[in-house]
């Protein structure tokens, strides 16, 4: 009877061994996925963020681009014939030469400004002059002085006598 209850006890510990076993072995498994899980996340995490990078680093390569061609249009001395065409002319003109060096220096720049100046001429020159109104500059009488006819025709409307 002794043997039996050392076998039964051995038998239940070993039943009890494999069942610690399958659930370490359970364990490791969902461990592993989420292991996976987490790499998987990450993986997410770092696309995400490298697509960020690429964004931010094309924004400020057009900002250094709009920089720089504001500068090359001062140091070739060209003048914008208003604020709306320094910007149509950022647009207009073909970057597609200009170039960003690894130290941040853009290149091209001036050579684009020259062939925008030579195929759109009129987005550079004099900007508009405002027409002037006063009748000073028309040619009439400064205030306070009217011409010989003008006073005699005012004295007739008015019968007035003037001193001679």
Known sequence: MDTIRKLRA???ANKDAAKRL???EAAETKRKQAEMSELDKFKAQVAEKESALQALQNELAAS???QEFSLAARRLELKFASAEAEADAF???DLSEVEIGEDGKVSGMD???KALKKSKPYLFGQPAQAPEIDAQSRGGPKPGELDETR???LAQRFRLRLPK
Do not use: T
């Open 10 to 12: 051995e038998a239940k």
């Open 22 to 24: 399958a659930d370490l």
């Open 64 to 66: 250094r681009k709009r």
């Open 91 to 93: 647009s207009l003109a």
């Open 111 to 113: 050579d684009a400004l």
């Open 151 to 153: 006073k005699s025709e």
